[in-house]
């Protein structure tokens, strides 16, 4: 199993900036990326930013421009700094991990419990 840890949520402004933690624990030798999900008011679950075990990274288009991930040398924590934060951007964000179970199956998907992140004028 993956277990993950947000933090770093909160409260901000329009125009604001924000920097998410995930910490994995477990089972990550096999881990291939890791990436933050969001589901905001009205909305379905979305991925916001992703970041392969390579370094290949991946951005929405809402995401693209104001948000960078990154993460560790030890590919055991994953970021995301957020800037020039919008109202839009409210919601409750997810850690996600990815891992390849076998050649067969499709990635197995792990979750961190959510933190929420509130955009106000």
């Known amino acids: 199993q993956v277990h993950l840890v947000e933090s770093g949520g909160g409260m901000v402004q329009v125009g604001g900036s924000l920097r998410l933690s995930c910490v994995a624990s477990?089972?990550?030798?096999?881990?291939?990326?890791m990436a933050w999900y969001r589901q905001t008011p009205g909305n379905q679950r979305e991925m916001v930013a992703r970041?392969?075990?390579?370094?290949?990274?991946r951005y929405s288009d809402s995401a693209k421009g104001r948000f960078t991930v990154s993460d560790n040398d030890a590919k055991n924590m994953v970021f995301l700094q957020m800037d020039n934060l919008k109202i839009a951007d409210t919601g409750v964000y997810y850690c996600?991990?990815?891992?390849?179970?076998?050649?067969?199956?499709?990635?197995?998907?792990?979750w961190g419990q959510g933190i929420q992140v509130t955009v106000s004028s």
């Open positions: 996600n991990a990815e891992r390849l179970e076998s050649h067969i199956l499709p990635p197995r998907h792990f």
């Open positions: 477990g089972s990550i030798e096999a881990v291939n990326a």
């Open positions: 970041i392969s075990r390579g370094g290949t990274k």
